[in-house]
């Protein structure tokens, strides 16, 4: 019997880098409508997207969200996962207009923390705000965990009625404020997810390869990309977005793992996509 798919996510581009950092960084829409496309072909089933103004600040403009998700559906029927993080210096009020673009996905973060250097804002009321209007417009939450209490919290929201079947885990492991890059910390959590769970490692950092190798072995999904590494191995900066999810596939592949298609995505994850298999 072979393993089951595994959903491969692609973060293009995240709120903290810049082209000095990685020219490859995907920036205006056009920009990251082409990574999309890329690591699509690589074998991504989803990319997580944060946008940009014209400066290249992290924005939660609805104008910029539309644009940036037609751009995608043009090239490509990847699912497009629009991030409510948007970046750590824009308001929570703002960060959660962003569903209003209809994206297939968008994340839930559930928790307020500290964010390496900074803050980052998501108070309980607006959360359950957002939970709520994404639950009404049909838009799967992507729960991004950095710890185990942020589970328990979206565990809560579950209970209220405010998150559908299945849940859909991001376990972060790296960020200076949440859990560390460690295996143990990934087994922690896993061990601690409902029963009917869907979920995938992120890693932010240098265990980028190494934790999502071990959470594809485990049976977990996994997200990389230039938002999570900007660096394919040491030293070496990523291309882009389509050599580092043509690495992950190989290591799916090589576990027997095949990166899902967008149809076995959809199926699992319980999201309307757009046709192509
Ligand atoms: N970089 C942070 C603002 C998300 O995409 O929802 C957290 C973040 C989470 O990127
Ligand atoms: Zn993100």
């Not at 205006?28 to 409508?33: G, S, V």
């Not at 923390?113 to 049909?138: I, K, Y």
């Not at 087994?187 to 601690?192: G, W």
């Not at 071990?214 to 050599?243: K, S, V, W, Y």
Request: net charge negative; hydrophobic share 45%.
């Amino acid at each position: 019997m072979s393993a089951s798919p595994a959903v491969l996510t692609a973060a293009l581009a995240g709120p903290i880098a810049s082209k000095a950092d990685n020219p490859a960084l995907p920036t205006t829409p056009q920009e990251i409508a082409a990574e999309a496309q890329a690591a699509w072909e690589a074998g991504a089933a989803i990319v997580h997207v944060h946008l940009r103004d014209q400066h290249g600040k992290p924005t939660a403009d609805l104008n910029i969200a539309r644009l940036t998700v037609a751009l995608i559906e043009e090239r490509c029927p990847v699912l497009v996962q629009l991030s409510t993080g948007v970046g750590l210096s824009v308001a929570f009020e703002e960060r959660e207009q962003i569903v209003e673009a209809r994206p297939a996905m968008a994340t839930l973060n559930v928790c307020s923390m500290t964010f390496a250097d900074g803050e980052f804002r998501n108070p309980p009321a607006g959360v359950r705000r957002l939970a709520s209007r994404m639950r009404e417009l049909g838009i799967k939450p992507e729960l991004e965990i950095y710890d185990t209490g942020h589970l328990d919290v979206a565990l809560a929201l579950h209970s209220e009625g405010l998150l559908a079947d299945p849940m859909q885990f991001s376990i972060v492991l790296g960020v200076r404020g949440g859990a560390g890059a460690d295996p143990e910390n990934l087994l922690s959590l896993v061990r601690r997810l409902p029963d009917n769970a869907i979920w995938q490692v992120v890693g932010i950092g240098r265990a980028n390869l190494m934790l999502t190798a071990i959470g594809l072995a485990i049976g977990g999904n996994a997200r990389t990309g230039l938002e999570d590494t900007l660096l394919i191995r040491r030293g070496e900066p990523a291309a882009g977005n389509g050599p580092l999810v043509e690495r992950l596939a190989t290591v799916a592949r090589s576990i027997e793992r095949e990166p899902a298609s967008l149809a076995e995505a959809c199926e699992l994850l319980g999201v309307a996509g757009r046709g192509a298999a």
